[in-house]
């Protein structure tokens, strides 16, 4: 069956890196949009990042310049490198799939999701 595991979480300093990873499992990663998602404490998820089966990518504006999401077809695994960490970023982060074209990042849209992992930053 479709999985979804992320991992690569933890604590860091503002103005550090870190790099999530997303990986796939029953599925070739590479067919389908897979999301990053987070949710902060007491807050609904929404979206950060996309990337298409096409390759394209969109980025929530709070993260845009300072996020990147890639894939790695080889290992099955979708990565988000977050640059320029700050406070707000605090969150526990999901990746999940969809097959369904979108214009904007609707969670309702999105499937498999993994357990998600902590990425707390401090200031």
């Known amino acids: 069956q479709m999985q979804l595991v992320e991992s690569g979480g933890g604590l860091v300093h503002a103005g550090g890196s870190m790099r999530l990873s997303c990986a796939a499992s029953g599925f070739t990663l590479d067919k389908w949009t897979i999301g990053w998602f987070r949710q902060r404490s007491g807050e609904g998820r929404e979206g950060v990042a996309y990337?298409?089966?096409?390759?394209?990518?969109y980025y929530a504006n709070d993260v845009k310049g300072r996020f990147t999401i890639s894939r790695d077809v080889a290992k099955n695994t979708v990565f988000l490198q977050m640059d320029s960490l700050k406070p707000e970023d605090t969150a526990h982060y999901y990746c999940?799939?969809?097959?369904?074209?979108?214009?904007?990042?609707?969670?309702?849209?999105?499937?498999?999701w993994g357990p998600g992992t902590q990425v707390t930053v401090s200031s």
């Open positions: 999940a799939a969809t097959q369904v074209i979108i214009s904007t990042m609707n969670p309702l849209f999105f499937g498999s």
């Open positions: 990337i298409s089966s096409e390759s394209s990518t």
